[in-house]
């Protein structure tokens, strides 16, 4: 089993940054990437940032520009800066992990962007 804390979620104003950060533990060896989605009200689960262990990213273009994902592969933890927010960015975020054919979720953090 895999086990995913986030933090860093909060209220910011349009144009503000936040960082979440991820950390795993548990069965942590075997964890192929590491990755942030979110879910607005109404909405679907999207992908946001996803990240390798080898350090290969993708985002999508919605994000690309204003977000940037990493991992601390020593702390098995991954990070999602996030700058240039918008109202269209408030959902709770959802950290992701890929241990072998398991996926595993975070329990979410709340990113609300005010106008």
């Known amino acids: 089993q895999v086990q995913l804390v986030e933090s860093g979620g909060g209220l910011v104003q349009t144009g503000g940054s936040l960082r979440l950060s991820c950390a795993a533990s548990?069965?942590?060896?075997?964890?192929?990437?590491m990755g942030w989605y979110r879910q607005a009200p109404g909405n679907q689960r999207e992908l946001v940032a996803y990240i390798a262990r080898n350090g290969e990213t993708n985002l999508p273009d919605s994000v690309k520009g204003r977000f940037t994902i990493s991992i601390d592969n020593s702390k098995n933890t991954v990070y999602l800066q996030m700058n240039q927010l918008n109202p269209e960015d408030t959902a709770v975020y959802y950290c992701n992990a890929h241990r072998w054919e398991l996926e595993y979720w975070g329990q979410g953090t709340q990113v609300t962007v005010s106008s």
């Open positions: 548990g069965s942590t060896s075997g964890i192929g990437g």
